[in-house]
């Protein structure tokens, strides 16, 4: 498996999913030797103006003793992205979205491809303890990937 430096997950709006995988795998890396070399960080496509977090993906990072990198999204920019990047959406619209926009030499995958799997990630909606039942889903997921990334040579 190529090496990279960074990884970006990126969502739509960079509001939920994306803001949880990236501490999801920040919380990972950092328990694994090495990890820290890994820059993780979290992009979105359409971040007209800087938004605040979903709270209830706040809520739930928390209780499980994670935290966002930031408080408002963050919009996906060229100079985000090189060779030694991979970038991870939540769904394959986003995946092309990323491509068609930036021709990027960055390597670009959907979380459910990158891991063997098909679909989507669809944003959560509704109770907390729906969000709850997505993180879970997205946890195995992000830890699937990082398993993937980060094993030990």
């Known amino acids: 498996m190529k090496k990279y430096k960074k990884i970006i997950f990126v969502c739509t709006e960079n509001t939920c999913r994306s803001v949880m995988a990236e501490a999801i795998m920040n919380g990972v890396k950092n328990t694994l030797k090495g990890g820290g070399a890994l820059e993780v960080i979290s992009r979105g496509l ?30 996906l920019e060229p100079e985000d992205l090189d060779s030694e990047t991979l970038v991870i959406t939540m769904t394959e619209a986003e995946c092309l979205s990323v491509a068609e926009r930036f021709g990027t030499e960055a390597d670009i995958t959907t979380i459910r491809r990158f891991v063997g799997q098909k679909g989507d990630v669809e944003e959560p909606h509704g109770s907390l303890s729906e969000y709850g039942m997505f993180f879970e889903h997205l946890d195995l997921l992000v830890k699937m990937v990082a398993q993937a990334i980060l094993k030990e040579e």
């Open 46 to 75: 359409v971040v007209l103006f800087p938004e605040p977090m979903n709270p209830k993906a706040v809520a739930i990072l928390k209780s499980r003793g994670l935290e966002p990198l930031h408080e408002y999204s963050m919009a």
